[in-house]
């Protein structure tokens, strides 16, 4: 490659998917190009062309049409269009105009076609088969395996270390000086010894042992030694390691079996630090499952509020480890529901015990263990039948208010639509509950649906379960034999439409329009959520979890093969996105909210994005279509 | 010694390229006016060119010398960077300092670099039935005359196309232009950074020969884009 071309070059390296090619495919790029310029709205590709090129925006802005004359993308520097023509072999099928004045480079389809064969990421970004938004998606999986963390993790520092000759006394005082509680004891390198390694001056060393705080008092105070015994004969012949690359889970293991407190955590042969008991203990600290049985253990509603950092330490730690969109939803909505649990506990604990049994039942996102750091609290109360409302109802209003306002407290703000317990309408008994249902299933109108369609997604959390299961049940049997109330369902979920796609560091609008910031969950989880609801209603499933409805809906023959994928996958690009956003957001100190500005967007993650909006908006029209408002 | 034409209007680039043809005397020479001149008449869109750049270690062709040279063919609606050519030449007059950081050519790129000599025939071989294109014409055609006349006594002349006098027709000679220097205003620049701006194009970190003649052949296709058409013939054109 002449180096006299680097400025091409340099320029494709930093777009995908280019910027994962290796700088000898880019450097065979970046001599097959051949480039021409187009002035503001001139045609670039005619519908039906024969395409030679892969098309790449070196500067300008191009606009992308349909077949219909309807705008389809509208692309900018460092994007890419002709693919699809050229992986089918078929003429263009979406013409481009230069919207601004724009320098494109062609890239011949040989060095295209023979870039998606030896490299996977390349082939994937640009495949018609196997989405972008898949091999996104299964890109988090995949970093998703390696979700045991790694015990060099937690090595702070580098282990300090002293010479087999060195006296005790000095010892301590460099495990003081450097405030540690353990010293790594090095000598000249003896023949078959397992840990020889050479330090930054290329001396070779060998690891003897480890001398620990609890040494000085069990092997040399206790022992009558004096201060100037040499380190090499209060240390023990057993030295007991563990590799950088073991997991955590592995580390402490090793600890409780060879009753240990201190790991010299290796790199192959050379020591890179040591590891405590307390280190791994702390580290646990922030699991989801300590902080859960840290919830039910609280005394009071101040001590569950003081807990409410730890929800958002111990997302940030899910989302770092690589967990996907569903590990940190059922996570976090685990310890949503155990904040209500532990509050009703308490409630009965200060209220005495219920008069009649009733069952807390939750609602939207925690019914659906699809909770995300930003929510607020979504219940109701099912009370026994035997339920009087004279007698009984001071109590569960009591109850259902100590749980309002501790949710409120623990970081879990009050409902605006007042979808809570405190509200009468919502704290009746399970006859009444079923009238609720029974109504707004056989006399479906949107306008009232329209309040009603979060308690669609029902789940009971604590108390006498049977309950809510039993209103389940009575919405998986009743809501498929009205087709009616699917389509008034079907027509609420279609009032929120998901934008088209991204345009430099705007959100661009089917109509062309461009926003600052998209609201994700407004713009695509929901109205995705809602259409996965009504498929899932209209086949009878009885899950909640949107993923599991998928499963449900799956076995029917409901949607056209291959389409519930595409919405799995959808769903996980969007709900991944929103995650990596607000943690992104909680690690920069900022309130995590739903707003995304499209500068913040990667290029991969702008593409997969624009794919998941492009699978919400076809399945929004086929949905349409499925259940149609038919009159009476 | 046959006077190259001096404007354009009333060009006599072919009756010039057809009286060096019969009077060429040398074998360089007699190779490049072989090919005979494009009609005067045809249309840009059906000129094969090829941008040039040189870089040099000053503006006087006696006392400086090339350093390096950067071939791009085109066509108005395609530009062959495939087909680029490249070379470091090494100056009959030693390279200054103060002009090593201009070029980014160094003392030791240029040590173990050719006399031009060496390439002058390849070189000649690209330009020949092609429409040259410069931003500059005074600094390309005079230089690579006299480095050709030095070495092989009989210097080549030929019809150019100047994307910097394009530029300067539009910014410094038109009526508008005109009203604004008489009113007061700084003429637009017309410098090949400036003018590519002007059309959008995006900014290269310059001052390579290879990268100034891509940016000059991508200015022409921006100019013949916004300030004349496809049909526009070849004579409106060269200088």
């Known amino acids: ?632 | 010694m046959i006077k190259a034409p001096k404007r354009q209007a009333e060009a006599g680039w072919p009756e010039y390229m057809a009286q060096r043809q019969s009077a060429a005397y040398t074998a360089l020479a007699k190779r490049y006016y072989s090919h005979p001149l494009l009609p005067a008449d045809t249309p840009i869109s059906d000129v094969p060119m090829v941008a040039m750049d040189l870089e040099t270690t000053g503006l006087d062709p006696k006392r400086h010398g090339i350093v390096s040279v950067g071939l791009v063919p085109f066509t108005l609606n395609r530009i062959y960077l495939n087909q680029c050519q490249y070379w470091v030449v090494r100056p009959r007059r030693p390279l200054v300092s103060k002009s090593v950081t201009f070029h980014h050519v160094t003392h030791s790129d240029i040590a173990q670099a050719p006399d031009i000599d060496e390439i002058l025939d390849e070189l000649l071989e690209v330009l020949a039935g092609k429409i040259v294109v410069v931003h500059y014409r005074h600094i390309e055609r005079p230089f690579l005359d006299y480095a050709i006349k030095q070495r092989r006594k009989e210097g080549i002349i030929f019809p150019v196309i100047d994307t910097m006098s394009l530029e300067a027709r539009i910014h410094r000679q038109s009526m508008l232009a005109r009203f604004r220097r008489w009113i007061g205003r700084p003429p637009a620049s017309i410098r090949l950074f400036d003018s590519r701006k002007r059309y959008g194009l995006p900014l290269y970190q310059g001052h390579n020969a290879l990268v100034d003649a891509l940016a000059t052949a991508e200015l022409l296709q921006a100019q013949i884009a916004h300030q004349y058409s496809p049909e526009t013939p070849l004579s409106v054109l060269w200088s």
Request: aromatic share 8%; charged share 25%; proline share 4%.
């Open chain 1, 1 to 632: 490659m002449s180096v006299e071309l680097m400025e091409v070059r340099q320029h494709m390296a930093r777009f995908s998917p280019f910027e994962a090619l290796t700088d000898e495919q880019l450097d065979e790029v970046a001599e097959s190009v051949e480039v021409a310029y187009f002035k503001a709205g001139t045609d670039i590709l005619e519908l039906d062309q024969v395409l030679e090129h892969l098309y790449y925006i070196r500067s300008g802005a191009v606009e992308v049409y349909r077949r219909g004359g309807e705008l389809h993308n509208r692309l900018g520097e460092g994007d890419i269009f002709g693919q699809f023509s050229l992986l089918r072999h078929c003429p263009v099928g979406y013409p481009a105009k230069a919207m601004e004045d724009t320098l494109i480079y062609f890239i011949p389809d040989e060095v295209f076609q023979h870039l998606c064969k030896i490299d996977n990421i390349f082939a994937d970004f640009v495949e018609l088969q196997r989405s972008r938004m898949e091999s996104t998606v299964d890109q988090y999986r995949k970093s998703n395996d390696m979700l045991v963390t790694r015990i060099r993790k937690l090595v702070s520092r580098y282990p300090v270390m002293v010479e087999a000759s060195t006296t005790v006394q000095e010892a301590a005082r460099q495990i003081t000086a450097f405030q540690a509680s353990a010293v790594l004891i090095i000598d000249a390198p003896s023949p078959g010894s397992r840990y020889i390694f050479s330090d930054s001056e290329e001396r070779f060393w060998q690891l003897r042992g480890i001398l620990t705080d609890s040494d000085f008092r069990t092997k040399i105070v206790a022992e009558g030694l004096s201060a100037e015994t040499p380190v090499s004969e209060v240390i023990g012949d057993r030295l007991i390691t563990v590799q950088s690359d073991e997991s955590v889970q592995e580390a402490m293991l090793c600890m409780l079996r060879n009753n240990v407190h201190h790991l010299p955590v290796m790199h192959r042969r050379n020591p890179i630090g040591i590891v405590h008991l307390s280190d791994i203990i702390r580290y646990e600290t922030q699991s989801s499952l300590y902080l859960v049985s840290n919830i039910l253990n609280q005394p009071s509603v101040e001590g569950l509020a003081r807990l409410a950092p730890d929800v958002t330490a111990t997302f940030t730690r899910l989302v770092e480890e690589g967990a996907d969109s569903q590990m940190v939803g059922n996570a976090l909505s685990t310890i949503g529901r155990s904040f209500t649990r532990r509050l009703l506990e308490l409630a009965e604990e200060e209220l005495g015990p219920p008069p009649v049994a009733y069952c807390l039942m939750a609602l939207g996102s925690m019914a659906r263990n699809e909770q995300g750091i930003v929510t607020d609290q979504d219940n109701a109360l099912v009370l026994a039948d035997d339920f009087d409302p004279e007698q009984h109802d001071d109590y569960f209003k009591a109850m259902a208010k100590i749980l309002s306002d501790g949710l409120d407290a623990c970081g879990y703000p009050y409902c605006k639509g007042d979808v809570m317990a405190t509200n009468d309408r919502w704290r009746q008994p399970l006859s009444v509950w079923k009238h609720y249902f029974t109504e707004w299933i056989e006399e479906p109108n949107p306008e009232r649906l329209l309040h009603s369609s979060i308690f669609f997604d029902l789940d009971p959390v604590y108390g006498e379960n049977v309950f809510v299961e039993e209103l389940q049940e009575l919405v998986a049997t009743k809501a498929r034999q009205h087709p009616r109330f699917l389509a008034a369902m079907g027509r609420n979920s279609l009032n929120r439409t998901p934008p088209l796609g991204f345009f430099r560091t705007f959100v661009m609008e089917k109509d062309g329009k461009h926003h600052n910031t998209i609201n994700l969950k407004r713009r695509g989880l929901a109205p995705l959520v809602d259409l996965i609801r009504v498929h899932a209603l209209a086949c009878g499933s009885r899950a909640q979890n949107s993923y599991e409805r998928l499963d449900d809906i799956d076995k029917t023959q409901l949607l056209a093969a291959g389409v519930s994928d595409r919405l799995r996958y959808a769903l996980e690009a969007m709900s991944m996105s929103r995650i990596h956003h607000q943690a992104f957001s909680v690690s920069n100190d900022e309130v995590p909210d739903n707003n995304i500005e499209p500068e913040l967007v990667s290029s991969t993650e702008r593409h997969t994005l624009k794919d998941a909006f492009q699978v919400l908006s076809n399945a929004q029209k086929f949905l349409k279509f499925r259940y149609p408002m038919t009159s009476r």
